[in-house]
């Protein structure tokens, strides 16, 4: 049977490391890339009679996300915990939150493909839980044995958890990039997926159109968006084919393997109450007030979808230059400093630059915009030297590559540097262009029989006599005059 006879049906489960510096309930350092166990204090390795703290700033965090997706901020949340037997868990059960978590509901509207066949899709989100995470084993460097490294024990997390609203990899993988630029947008993770500060945990299963869902099996572990595109797309293909083979799936607990690109199983899957979940003795129910969610709120940002709009009305921009420039803070954030520079007339040129010559270069480069070498203010200065017609937007690429590799401090030290200046005087124009024609009669005589192409091969003509300093509209109305008088 084909791909079109079955639907797949994804939610994503996502462990967000929060941004504190200390854990979410000891005073021990959160910093990454520390020696083993030297940032494991007695809460996090669970000696006897020490007892948990939380960390107000975790929970912080976690209304600020609330917030932003437009959930629902519990008044009352209660921890509990989760009872499973594993070297790196030092209790012998994780903190986290069950049956209430502090954050219930809310949605994130993502945008699949480009151009005609993009569409959008809004995504229930069920929760959002505090947790602490587990330590970590270490199979490699030893031989015939396993190290622990409780450094991330204690660790906070916000474990996102998504309705199973996405059928297919890209709607998956939309879905985690949104929400990966949303916690960075609003300053509660640093998204660093290479560090484990992002995870996806994916849930796949395939039914028939209409039927009822499908047994699920839980990717876990996928630190990069090429991988939970792979995962779930071998997935996929993987139960189909199982069960067009007569076969049955059990609900598990896989891994996905770069190196082969396939998932294995490494356990059938519990259900919650294998874990025997009850509430922390050690930790009172969280209460949030109102004034506590009012006072966060007043703190956020401007978010990326009102941001959009009023990049649209403010800048009469596009729905699609909007939603791009609002895919991550920073460029955001630097489109609106360059239009600032060049003036608000002139955004849907910056717009251009920004999404044009300056992405393809950051690209190019494996640069994010941080690390941009032209400056909001060089570029702003440089659209606007464009704009007034001091240079064309041919020169225009040039001062952009010599302010890249630094050889001006601004467009206008560029420009006068390199003699970069357009010629707008009509006369020297009409003297080349009297040249030109001279020298290209076989070119006059198809324009004037009727072959346009003929017209642009002596408008090039002519930008090249005048090194393409020659103002590109003039040009064109000038030699239309002669051509045609």
Known sequence: ?????????????????????????????????????????????????????????????????????GAHVASKSVFARKNYFYP?????????????PVVQGGEITIRIGEGDKAYEKTVQLTRAHLE??????????????????????????????????????????????????????????????????????????????????????????LNSFRF?????????????????????????????????????????????????????????????????IEEVRRGMPELPEAMKGRFINEYGLSAYDATTLTASKEVANFFEDTVQSAGSAQAKPCANWVMGDLAARLNREEKDISASAVSSVQLGGLV????????????????FEALWNGEGTSADAVIESQGLRQTNDAGAIEAMIDEVLAANQKSVEEFRAGKEKAFNALVGQVMKASKGKANPAQVNELLKRKLEG
């Open 1 to 69: 049977m084909s791909r079109s006879d079955w639907e797949v049906v994804i939610g994503l489960e996502v462990h967000a490391q929060l941004n504190t510096a200390s854990k979410i309930f000891s005073g021990a350092s959160t910093a990454f890339g520390a020696e083993p166990n030297v940032q494991a204090c007695a809460v996090d390795i669970a000696l006897p009679g020490v007892l948990p703290v939380l960390n107000r700033g975790a929970v912080e965090r976690a209304i600020r996300f609330g917030l932003a997706i």
């Open 88 to 100: 790196d868990l030092p209790k012998g059960y994780q903190i986290s939150q069950f049956e209430l």
């Open 132 to 221: 602490e995470d587990a330590g970590k084993s270490l199979h490699e460097d030893f031989h015939g044995m396993s190290g622990i490294d409780l450094n991330r024990a204690g660790t906070p997390l916000l474990e996102i958890v998504s309705e199973p609203d996405m059928r297919s990899s890209a709607e998956a993988v939309a879905y985690a990039r949104a929400l990966h630029a949303l916690v960075r947008w609003i300053d509660i993770c640093d998204g660093n997926m290479q560090e484990g500060s992002f995870r996806c945990d994916a849930n796949v299963s395939v039914r028939r159109p209409g039927g009822p869902l499908g047994t699920r099996r839980e990717i876990k572990n």
């Open 228 to 292: 939970l595109q792979q995962a779930i797309d071998y997935e996929v293909q993987w139960q189909i084919g199982t069960i067009e083979d007569g076969g049955k799936i059990q609900q598990a607990t896989v891994l996905f393997d770069p190196d082969t690109g396939e998932t294995r199983m490494m356990r059938s899957k519990e259900d919650a109450h294998d874990y025997r979940y009850f509430p922390d003795p050690d930790l009172l129910p969280l209460v949030v007030s109102k004034e506590w």
């Open 384 to 399: 606007g030297r464009i704009a007034d017609g001091t240079i064309s937007n041919n020169i225009g690429k040039k001062v």
